[in-house]
């Protein structure tokens, strides 16, 4: 009924950048909050940073001043800008959205399917 779909991983070097992308699709009547985790080998997963529908944005310590989270709302769409990536920022990230659907009338909340972020020192 719906897919979130990330897009945006990859290797990188230090210092370097990557965005991330995830889209939703499917019988989507509505996306509250999104947001995107990540979990390192041997880890637990952990928020990165997290958006609201009206874009209020709340981020981990880590990610303060050097990730950005937005969204387009027409696309059902967020976004994770990661910049000055360092070594530890390696894990898979997670996309997540709370959605309710047109069939059903609550919320459930969604993941995707995790797309590998990897930076060399």
């Known amino acids: 009924q719906v897919q979130l779909v990330e897009s945006g991983g990859g290797l990188v070097q230090a210092g370097g950048s990557l965005k991330l992308s995830c889209a939703a699709s499917g019988s989507i009547r509505s996306i509250n909050a999104m947001g995107w985790y990540r979990q390192a080998p041997g880890k637990q997963r952990e928020l990165v940073a997290a958006i609201t529908s009206g874009g209020s944005t709340n981020y981990a310590d880590s990610a303060k001043g050097r990730f950005t989270i937005s969204r387009d709302n027409a696309k059902n769409t967020v976004y994770l800008q990661m910049n000055s990536l360092k070594p530890e920022d390696t894990a898979v990230y997670y996309c997540?959205?709370?959605?309710?659907?047109?069939?059903?009338?609550?919320?459930?909340?969604?993941w995707g399917q995790g797309t590998q972020v990897t930076v060399s020192s």
């Open positions: 997540n959205a709370d959605i309710t659907l047109t069939t059903m009338p609550w919320r459930s909340n969604y």
